[in-house]
Structures are given as structure tokens and as C-alpha cells.
């Protein structure tokens, strides 16, 4: 898959991108001001040094220099002790900042990530996801950590520095500041290419963990098809990307530092020839040019170090951007109406409802539909693939948006409810349902954290269709491995049927979810989710028709429509599709 392109970006664009950046440290200021406090001093000290030597050199210093030799050096080394000290702690808390910021950044993006609408999940790779989270988030520990602490640093020098140059030789600094400003002048012509050449890398590299990581989740199925060898290729056309987009960006920087530092030698080349012509004139003691020439040795080596700092603060924004981006565009919350489901099952309408997934606008998946599910009763609804079935289910849930009718819970319509409301009353059971790699206890209390573990054991244990994990070598502590990699898919839908049990839902809505159990097991399941939920809703989707004879109401669903209603009883005897269904399945 071709990465992305995307223009770099503008100069308002890196400004608020730096705004958002600030905000992330603004609370951390006292730790800042101790550590620019910090900064200062060292890169003071570090200017102390020129001024002290051209103080040496002058004719009426020299021999007092000489006749306390031993104390001159041992002030100098106690200046570089302090200015150790100083760049220790500089580094420290610029160190410990980039860290919390880090983690800050983690937080708030995976926080953004996990709310976000479900069609932004079908937009995006879920391992480009976590690339960025892990990747483009560390740009921020980097550039808060060690470039900001380097662009300060000589920032400091290069402005100081350039002060006490002018104290010394106005004339000399003005040829100097202006070699610079044209060299900056130059330098901005590197700096677009640079950018969109860090962003392309990052988008290439966040494309090539996300195959990797779908290659490593499905390496079942890869191994079953005899695929290895089609990834391996698909995989290396994706490093090529990467290299590809790695070198640019490595072009691009050296072209811009290397650029950047010929200009500094030429110019500083130029300065020394300028001060030696003044000297020879007697018009600059040579004092002053062995300064001039340390302050300008330091300004300019700050300065390169200053540039190299900006070429990779640009390419870091190029990742930083991505990662802004995604803290952008937050979940929409609906909070007008809450407590609408009460101790009995909602009553649950849809009117004329129709719908295209987002990923698909030209594709109709629901034409007009139109049904009604009675409170506290069980619904089934059936029809063949594709013909909207889990489409009404992903409604229901608000995870898409309608194009046009109405869906009303309990007289309230859906879009009014409060999303915190709805799935605090409501559980859904996918067909293959998510598992995560903890253990068995904890995946059953996934969204319900209040149980206590001997009341979940005593409850599965009067169940009867969760007996399996008793069996395994740890009972509910037993880890189930990514995705639950390590039991039957049918053993996996009845943890997460039981999870949804625990939960004691008002309204329940069952999409495939036993369609992994065999009859036996299915109707023992089915009898104890009638049990446990008696005033409850129940929306039961399935191809089988034996997981409906015991429903209140049956929905048939064709080509988005409902074109048969009844019970199980009626509609098979009513001569239409149903009854053709119950001849293939031979269902009584």
C-alpha cells in the first residue's frame, strides 16, 4: 500500500503545531524556570572565558598573571565545576520534562484515539494507530528532552556572544551579523523540503509497524494460506517505501547542515582575515582579536549547532503534526437526556431508517427500514448476508449516524440520549467477539469492575455453559494470549456472552454471538440468558434459525427492508422466505 501524501506544512501551520507543543509544558513551568535558570548560568560561564583571556593578554595584566599563576587556573577550574553542575541539572530536568510530556502525550492520544467516532476506525489501520502512539509521540520526549535544552542552550551563546563581539568591534559583528542573516536566508529554502520529507518518512514508517503488525496477529492464517512468502514481499516493498522516504529526509538534512556550515567556515575565514587587517592597522589590540576571535569561535559553532537543532526541530514537527492531528476532532457528546432506561427493557423503534456506511456512501445498506421491538421481550432478526442485519445492531450502539429516519429508545430519540447513559444499560456480543491478552477473570469484568471475583465465580458456576475455564490450569486467572488466541472461537463467545451477563444489561443485543456453539449448548446458553434477564430487551441476530424459535418477534430482513414479521410459529407456515428457511435448516 502507497503511503499517503500530504503537503508539508505552512509556516501557521508549524506555529500552532509549536502553540500546542507550549501547552503541553505550560505546566510544568517551575521545573522550565529552574532548568533555564540552570542554562544560563553554564552558557555564561562559557562566555566568561574570552573576556578573561583578552584580560590576560593585555601588557599591564600579563605580569600579574604570571606572578599568581596557580590561583588564575584554579578560579578557571572552579568556573568549570559550576558550569558542569549547572549543565547536569540542565540536562536533568530538561531529561525528567521530556519524560512527563511523554507520557502526557501517550495518554492524551491514546485517551483522543479510543473515543473517536467508529468510522474514523474504518478510515485507519489499527497498528498504524499504535505506531503513531508509540513513534510520533516520542518526538515530543525528543524534542522537549534534548533539542529544546540545545536550541536554548546556543540560542543563549549566539545572542550573548554577539553582544559582547559588538562591545569590542561594532564593525566586525555588522559583517558578521549580516554574513548571518543572509546565510538564514538561504538556509529557508531548505527548510520546506525538509519538513515534507519528515512526514513523508513518518507516514511510510507508520504504514510498514502497521502491516507488521497485522502480519504477526493473523500468522494462523498466513502460515494455513502458505502466504509467508507474499508478506516477506509485500513487506520489504513497504521497508523499500521507508528507505526510500528515510534517504530523502537524510538528503534533505545534510544538504541543509553541511549548506549551513560551509557558510560558517567561509565567514568566520572571512572575519579572522578583516581582524588581522585591523590589527596590522592599529586600530584593534590584538587582545581584542584573540577574544573577538574565541567569542566568534563560539558563535559560530553555536550557531551550527543551532541550525543542525532547527533541521531536526523541523523534521520532528512533520511527525508532531500527526500526532496533534490526532488529538483533534474529538468524539462528539450528546449529553441531553439521560436515565430514559429503567429497570424494564426499552422499547425500541426504528422508522424509515437508512444508511451507508461512511467507508461506502454509494452503497445502501438500509433502505427505509422500519420495525419495532416491544419492551422487555426478545426479537430475532434474520436474513441473508449483507442484508443489513448487524447494520441496525451498530445503530442502535451510536456508532454511525443515520441518513435519514428516526431510531427511538423508550419515546427518546437516539441521537438525544446520552452516550454514558445507553452503554451503561446496554451489552453487545459479536460474533467474534474481543479478547484481550489478560486473564479470563479480567476480560469478564472488562467494563464492569465493581464484581468481586468469588461473586463472578459463583455466577458462572450456577450458568453452566462457562465450566471449561475451571479446567484450565490457572481457572479464571488463566491468560487467554492476544485475542484469546489460546481457546476455541466457541469458547470465546461464551466468555464474552457471560461477560454481558455480568453486566445485567437492560437491553442486550446478540449479533451471531452463539454461532459457535453447537445446539446442545446453544439453547442451554440462550435458557440461561432468560433466566438471568427477565424484564431485559433481547435483540438475537442469526442465520440459525433454531437460536429464534424462542423469540417473542421475528424480523426478516432482505436488501436492507423488513419483508416478513411474526413469531417463528407463524412465519414458518406463512409460505414465504422464512418457511424456505426453515426447509433448508430443517427446523421444526
Not at 536566508?185 to 511510510?204: D, E
Request: charged share 20%.
Amino acid at each position: 500500500m502507497n503511503s499517503t501524501k500530504r503537503p508539508p506544512l505552512s509556516t501557521s501551520q508549524a506555529r500552532q503545531t509549536l502553540g500546542l507543543l507550549y501547552g503541553l509544558v505550560r505546566p510544568y513551568r517551575g521545573r522550565i524556570a529552574l532548568a533555564l535558570t540552570a542554562l544560563l548560568l553554564g552558557s555564561s560561564i562559557n562566555l566568561v572565558f574570552p573576556e578573561v583571556i583578552r584580560r590576560a593578554l593585555r601588557p599591564d595584566s600579563f605580569t600579574l598573571l604570571i606572578d599568581h599563576l596557580s590561583l588564575f587556573f584554579g578560579l578557571l577550574a572552579a568556573l568549570f565545576v559550576v558550569q558542569g553542575g549547572a549543565f547536569f541539572v540542565r540536562s536533568l530536568l530538561f531529561g525528567l520534562l521530556g519524560q512527563q510530556v511523554y507520557a502526557d502525550v501517550r495518554q492524551r492520544l491514546f485517551t483522543s484515539i479510543v473515543t473517536k467516532e467508529i468510522g474514523f476506525f474504518d478510515r485507519h489501520r489499527s497498528g498504524e494507530l499504535a505506531a503513531r502512539l508509540n513513534s510520533d509521540a516520542a518526538l515530543v520526549q525528543d524534542l522537549v528532552s534534548v533539542k529544546l535544552s540545545v536550541i536554548l542552550r546556543y540560542g543563549v551563546q549566539v545572542v550573548l556572544g554577539t553582544v559582547l563581539m559588538a562591545w569590542m568591534s561594532w564593525r566586525m559583528t555588522f559583517a558578521i551579523v549580516a554574513s548571518v542573516l543572509c546565510m538564514v536566508l538561504v538556509s529557508g529554502i531548505f527548510v520546506r523540503n525538509l519538513r515534507a520529507a519528515s512526514r513523508r518518512f513518518q507516514t511510510a514508517l507508520a504504514s510498514l509497524a502497521a502491516f507488521a503488525g497485522e502480519s504477526f496477529g493473523g500468522a494462523k492464517v498466513l502460515r494455513a494460506l502458505g502466504a509467508e512468502e507474499q508478506a516477506v514481499s509485500v513487506f520489504g516493498a513497504h521497508s523499500a517505501e521507508v528507505l526510500e522516504a528515510g534517504q530523502g529526509r537524510v538528503r534533505s538534512s545534510a544538504a541543509f547542515s553541511s549548506g549551513a556550515s560551509l557558510l560558517l567556515n567561509l565567514l568566520m575565514l572571512g572575519v579572522v582575515w578583516y581582524g588581522v587587517s585591523l590589527v596590522l592597522r592599529e586600530t584593534l589590540p590584538l587582545s581584542d582579536l584573540a577574544a573577538f576571535a574565541l567569542y566568534g569561535s563560539i558563535v559560530a559553532v553555536s550557531f551550527a549547532f543551532l541550525v543542525s537543532s532547527y533541521a531536526e526541530v523541523v523534521q520532528s514537527l512533520g511527525g508532531l503534526d500527526r500526532v496533534f492531528e490526532l488529538c483533534g476532532s474529538e468524539t462528539r457528546s450528546n449529553e441531553l437526556v439521560s436515565e430514559i432506561i429503567d429497570e424494564k427493557g426499552p422499547e425500541i423503534s426504528c422508522s424509515e431508517v437508512t444508511f451507508a456506511y461512511p467507508s461506502r456512501p454509494e452503497a445502501m445498506v438500509l433502505d427505509r427500514l422500519s420495525l419495532t421491538v416491544a419492551g422487555g421481550t426478545v426479537a430475532g432478526i434474520m436474513g441473508p448476508s449483507g442484508a443489513g442485519k448487524s447494520s441496525i445492531i451498530q445503530l442502535i450502539l451510536k456508532f454511525y449516524d443515520l441518513q435519514s429516519g428516526s431510531i427511538v429508545i423508550n419515546r427518546h430519540h437516539l441521537e438525544d440520549i446520552s452516550n454514558r447513559e445507553l452503554r451503561a444499560k446496554v451489552a453487545w456480543v459479536p460474533q467474534d467477539p474481543l479478547l484481550f491478552g489478560v486473564s479470563i477473570i479480567e476480560n469478564l469484568t472488562l467494563g464492569c469492575e465493581r464484581l468481586e471475583p468469588h461473586l463472578i465465580e459463583a455466577r458462572i458456576k450456577e450458568w453452566g455453559f462457562l465450566d471449561f475455564v475451571f479446567d484450565l490450569p490457572e481457572g479464571l486467572s488463566t491468560i487467554l494470549g492476544e485475542h484469546g488466541a489460546q481457546i476455541s472461537g466457541g469458547q470465546r463467545q461464551r466468555i464474552a456472552i457471560a461477560r454481558a451477563l455480568l453486566r445485567e444489561p437492560r437491553l442486550l443485543l446478540l449479533d451471531e454471538a452463539t454461532s459457535g456453539l453447537d445446539s446442545e449448548l446453544e439453547d442451554k446458553v440462550l435458557s440461561v440468558l432468560r433466566k438471568v434477564l427477565p424484564r431485559s430487551t433481547v435483540i438475537i441476530v442469526s442465520h440459525r434459525l433454531s437460536s429464534l424459535r424462542g423469540a417473542d418477534t421475528v424480523f426478516l430482513i432482505n436488501e436492507g427492508r423488513v419483508v416478513e414479521q411474526g413469531t417463528h410459529e407463524e412465519l414458518k407456515s406463512a409460505g414465504g422466505l422464512y418457511q424456505h428457511y426453515t426447509v433448508r435448516q430443517a427446523i421444526g
